[in-house]
C-alpha cells in the first residue's frame, strides 16, 4: 500500500514546493492538495467537523497554483487534489489546468474530485446546490471528452459546446486518474459511474463500504479491481493501516499541520519512519 501526504497549504504555513520536495525525498508516493476558492463570511453553512471553521480553510492557496509549483522541483512524487471542486470551476478551464499540470509534471496528476460541502461558496460561482452532483457529472464527462477527442464536443444539460480543439493533451492515457471524494452510498454508484477510484475518509464502515463498492461495479459490469481505492485523512496509526493494507486499499493519506516547514518535517519524519515499517 502506497502513503502519501496531504496539507492545507495556505499562505502562512510551509510553502507548497519544498513540501512536496521533503515528502518526495522521505519516500511518500503522493502530495495532497485541498481546494476552496474562498469562505462565505456568512457561514451559513455549518462546518461538517462540528465546531468552528478551522482558520486554513479561508486562507487556502490556488491548488493548481501549488502543484505547478510542486512539480517544478520534484521529479517522481504524485501530484493530487483533495478535493477539486468541479462544481465551481469551467470545464473547458478546469481541463486545460488539469491537462497543462499532467504535461508539466511528466503525468503525475491524481484528480480527486467532489461536490463539495459549503452552499454559499457553491451559489458565489453559479451552482444551484440541489444540482451540484449533475453539474459534477457533466463537467467531468465534458473534461474527459477534451483529453481525448482532438475536437471535441459535448451536449448535456449544464455543459455544452460544440467542435472545439483543445492541446496539450494529458500524458497519462487516457486521461489522469480521477477519484472520487464521496463515501455515501450515491458517491460509491457515481465512482462506478464515470470515475476511475474512490477516495472515501478513513472510517471504521470502511470494509462495509468496500464489499458495497464491488457489489455495485458488479452490478453494473464493471470490474470491482479496476476501481483502486485511496483512504483520505487516515490515522497515523500501523494498525489502522495496515488494516487497509489488508482490505486490499491502494493507497492512504496522511496529513500534516498548516505550519512552518521547520514544524512539519519532525511530523513527516515520523510518518515516513512508519511508512516504512508497513513495507
Not at 522521505?26 to 462546518?47: L, N
Not at 471524494?181 to 463500504?209: F, K, M
Request: one cysteine or more.
Amino acid at each position: 500500500m502506497e502513503i502519501g501526504i496531504f496539507a492545507a497549504t495556505t499562505d502562512y504555513a510551509a510553502p507548497p514546493h519544498l513540501l512536496a520536495a521533503a515528502c518526495e525525498e522521505r519516500g511518500f508516493e503522493s502530495f495532497w492538495v485541498p481546494e476552496h476558492t474562498h469562505i462565505p463570511a456568512s457561514r451559513e453553512t455549518a462546518f461538517p467537523g462540528g465546531g468552528e471553521l478551522p482558520r486554513e480553510y479561508s486562507h487556502l492557496l490556488d491548488p493548481f497554483a501549488c502543484l505547478s509549483a510542486a512539480a517544478a522541483v520534484t521529479r517522481t512524487i504524485k501530484l493530487g487534489t483533495a478535493i477539486c471542486l468541479v462544481v465551481e470551476h469551467d470545464p473547458i478551464t478546469l481541463a486545460k489546468q488539469v491537462a497543462s499540470l499532467d504535461w508539466l509534471s511528466g503525468g503525475r496528476v491524481l484528480l480527486g474530485v467532489g461536490g463539495g460541502w459549503n452552499r454559499e461558496e457553491m451559489r458565489h460561482h453559479g451552482t444551484d446546490p440541489a444540482r451540484r452532483w449533475s453539474v459534477l457529472r457533466e463537467r467531468i464527462e465534458a473534461m474527459k471528452a477534451i483529453w481525448t477527442q482532438d475536437e471535441a464536443s459535448y451536449a448535456g444539460k449544464h455543459v455544452s459546446f460544440d467542435r472545439v480543439w483543445a492541446w496539450p493533451k494529458p500524458v497519462q492515457r487516457p486521461h489522469p486518474p480521477i477519484l472520487m471524494g464521496s463515501a455515501t452510498p450515491a458517491g460509491i454508484r457515481r465512482t462506478v459511474r464515470y470515475c476511475d477510484g474512490w477516495l472515501p475518509i478513513g472510517s471504521p464502515r470502511l470494509p462495509a463500504q468496500l464489499e458495497e463498492l464491488r457489489a455495485v461495479a458488479s452490478a453494473a459490469g464493471r470490474d470491482p479491481s479496476s476501481i483502486p481505492v485511496t483512504v483520505f485523512w487516515a490515522r497515523a496509526r500501523r494498525d489502522e493501516l495496515a488494516r487497509y493494507r489488508d482490505l486490499g486499499v491502494k493507497r492512504a493519506i496522511l496529513s500534516v499541520a498548516a505550519a512552518s516547514l521547520e514544524d512539519v518535517l519532525p511530523r513527516l519524519d515520523k510518518l515516513a519512519e512508519l511508512r516504512r515499517e508497513l513495507d
